[in-house]
């Protein structure tokens, strides 16, 4: 609950590196990989990983050919992201889908982008527990991913509010930001953009945002240890996804806040943070491995079964099946959290 404590046990949590990333054939898992909190990594593993986070937003698309609106290699994943919206958020497959999926990307980095190092990732509840967001060491220029959008003075839309320092500054994109039209890909030309607030609208006498403490309540080790407490899949997952998850998109809004979030370079962080919870809940006790119900569209006809394959669009070649992404350390993965308690 104290967030010192809560810095001092990331201090004290492993420091194991694996220098040779093991590829899993599918059988076994004896050596897992270590993803560790943003503030763990030594500077050198913090700009390893930012290095890659930017080559792959700088390699030309593999998928897609018939998507305009689609042209670097991030592209491929937010185009699928985006376009999956309605059949992976809201439903069953939510945790599973997303683990996939940080999983693809995270081989893309070392494939592609010769990335050395594991997916770190961003441990919000600290921030939350110290109301100290706006402040988060993750928007510092230097060794973090820059911090909020500011005004420009370009009065062009999609350019009067960018990032404009750390190392996605002035990043121009191309999918839907989207601005006024958030659900309808396009090729919309935009800087990266960041829009901290506290969902309270604007300061009467500035005019400005309203940042307040950007809803802490939402993301706090309270809420984690609420989710941790419900024993079934489908409500934890439920609450995981509807309030933390969400509000963790809406309080950085800009790129984070539609469909299209894996622009933000932040989404692979967050959304490793709430794997971990999941992973953290799951304790791989037996049961908790093989529990996944829920349904697979948000108007709750059709029952989820864990050997339901996932929707991939043209991003894979072969469907993942829920099953064998149930286990961080089975099947194709092979990876475990730095701290796996609150
Ligand atoms: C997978 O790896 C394990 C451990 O290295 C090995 O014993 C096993 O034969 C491998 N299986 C396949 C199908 O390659
Ligand atoms: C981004 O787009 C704007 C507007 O077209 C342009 O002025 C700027 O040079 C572009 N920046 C980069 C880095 O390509
Ligand atoms: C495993 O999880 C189930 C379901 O939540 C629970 O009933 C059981 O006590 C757990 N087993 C252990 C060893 O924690
Ligand atoms: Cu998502």
């Given at each position: 609950?104290?967030?010192?404590?809560?810095?001092?046990?990331?201090?004290?949590?492993?420091?194991?590196?694996?220098?040779?990333?093991?590829?899993?054939?599918?059988?076994?898992?004896?050596?897992?990989?270590?993803?560790?909190?943003?503030?763990?990594?030594?500077?050198?593993?913090?700009?390893?990983?930012?290095?890659?986070?930017?080559?792959?937003?700088?390699?030309?698309?593999?998928?897609?050919?018939?998507?305009?609106?689609?042209?670097?290699?991030?592209?491929?994943?937010?185009?699928?992201?985006?376009?999956?919206?309605?059949?992976?958020?809201?439903?069953?497959?939510?945790?599973?889908?997303?683990?996939?999926?940080?999983?693809?990307h995270e081989n893309l980095l070392r494939d592609e982008c010769g990335f050395k190092g594991v997916q770190p990732y961003w441990d919000w509840s600290i921030e939350a527990d110290s109301r100290t967001m706006p402040e988060s060491p993750i928007w510092d220029a230097a060794t973090g991913f820059?911090?909020?959008?500011?005004?420009?003075?370009?009065?062009?839309?999609?350019?009067?509010?960018?990032?404009?320092?750390?190392?996605?500054?002035?990043?121009?994109?191309?999918?839907?930001?989207?601005?006024?039209?958030?659900?309808?890909?396009?090729?919309?030309?935009?800087?990266?953009?960041?829009?901290?607030?506290?969902?309270?609208?604007?300061?009467?006498?500035?005019?400005?945002?309203?940042?307040?403490?950007?809803?802490?309540?939402?993301?706090?080790?309270?809420?984690?240890?609420?989710?941790?407490?419900?024993?079934?899949?489908?409500?934890?997952?439920?609450?995981?996804?509807?309030?933390?998850?969400?509000?963790?998109?809406?309080?950085?809004?800009?790129?984070?806040?539609?469909?299209?979030?894996?622009?933000?370079?932040?989404?692979?962080?967050?959304?490793?943070?709430?794997?971990?919870?999941?992973?953290?809940?799951?304790?791989?006790?037996?049961?908790?491995?093989?529990?996944?119900?829920?349904?697979?569209?948000?108007?709750?006809?059709?029952?989820?079964?864990?050997?339901?394959?996932?929707?991939?669009?043209?991003?894979?070649?072969?469907?993942?099946?829920?099953?064998?992404?149930?286990?961080?350390?089975?099947?194709?993965?092979?990876?475990?959290?730095?701290?796996?308690?609150?």
């Open positions: 609950m104290l967030p010192q404590s809560l810095l001092l046990a990331l201090g004290a949590a492993s420091t194991a590196a694996a220098s040779v990333i093991p590829r899993q054939n599918g059988t076994t898992c004896t050596n897992p990989v270590v993803r560790k909190e943003w503030r763990e990594l030594t500077d050198a593993e913090k700009a390893e990983y930012l290095r890659a986070a930017v080559c792959v937003r700088n390699l030309p698309k593999q998928k897609y050919s018939q998507i305009e609106a689609v042209t670097t290699r991030m592209d491929d994943l937010v185009y699928t992201h985006f376009s999956l919206n309605l059949d992976i958020h809201f439903v069953a497959n939510f945790l599973p889908w997303h683990r996939w999926f940080l999983h693809l820059g911090g909020n959008g500011v005004k420009t003075g370009n009065p062009t839309p999609g350019f009067q509010r960018c990032v404009v320092d750390g190392p996605f500054a002035n990043t121009n994109l191309t999918l839907a930001m989207g601005w006024p039209d958030m659900n309808t890909v396009g090729n919309r030309l935009h800087c990266f953009t960041r829009e901290f607030n506290s969902a309270e609208g604007h300061d009467p006498v500035t005019g400005e945002i309203i940042i307040g403490d950007m809803q802490v309540s939402a993301y706090s080790s309270a809420v984690m240890r609420t989710i941790d407490n419900f024993d079934t899949y489908r409500r934890m997952s439920e609450m995981l996804e509807g309030l933390p998850h969400a509000q963790i998109h809406s309080v950085i809004f800009g790129d984070m806040g539609p469909a299209t979030s894996p622009n933000e370079p932040l989404f692979f962080l967050h959304h490793a943070n709430v794997d971990r919870a999941w992973a953290r809940w799951q304790g791989r006790n037996a049961t908790r491995l093989a529990d996944y119900a829920g349904f697979i569209d948000r108007d709750e006809t059709i029952r989820a079964s864990i050997t339901d394959e996932m929707p991939v669009m043209e991003l894979a070649d072969t469907k993942p099946v829920v099953q064998d992404y149930m286990d961080t350390m089975a099947g194709p993965l092979c990876y475990t959290y730095s701290k796996m308690t609150l």
